[in-house]
């Protein structure tokens, strides 16, 4: 079992950053890789970033390469995804997940069951 909870987020402007944060508590969290989903309003969840229990392998949706960094530090079990050149599209909720199978975690969002509360993302034009 693994809790996992969100923080950072907020309101940026078109082009700039915001970070958002996550900790994984319980006693294998370091097991556990881990990722973001996002879901903006009226639409289902969708992938953007997830990295292995390692931080070995790495995957970013495809909208999302070249603006977003995902990093884990696995002393604090923390994963942060950093988002860079923010578009009005990136609204949204992002959600923090993680799962013992990093295939799983990056392609099966139904099967996965240790989701974070949310937190609000929101780019003004």
């Known amino acids: 079992q693994v809790e996992v909870v969100e923080s950072g987020g907020g309101l940026a402007q078109v082009g700039g950053s915001l970070r958002v944060s996550c900790a994984a508590v319980?006693?294998?969290?370091?097991?556990?890789?881990m990722g973001w989903y996002r879901q903006a309003p009226g639409g289902g969840r969708e992938f953007v970033a997830g990295?292995?229990?390692?931080?070995?392998?790495?995957r970013y949706a495809d909208f999302v390469k070249g603006r977003f960094t995902i990093s884990r530090d696995n002393v604090k079990s923390t994963v942060d995804l950093q988002m860079d050149n923010l578009k009005p599209e990136d609204t949204g909720v992002y959600l923090c997940?993680?799962?013992?199978?990093?295939?799983?975690?990056?392609?099966?969002?139904?099967?996965?069951?240790?989701w974070g509360q949310g937190i609000q993302v929101t780019v003004s034009s």
């Open positions: 990295v292995s229990f390692s931080g070995g392998t790495i």
């Open positions: 319980g006693s294998s969290s370091r097991s556990y890789a």
């Open positions: 997940v993680a799962d013992l199978n990093f295939q799983t975690l990056v392609g099966h969002p139904p099967s996965l069951r240790f």
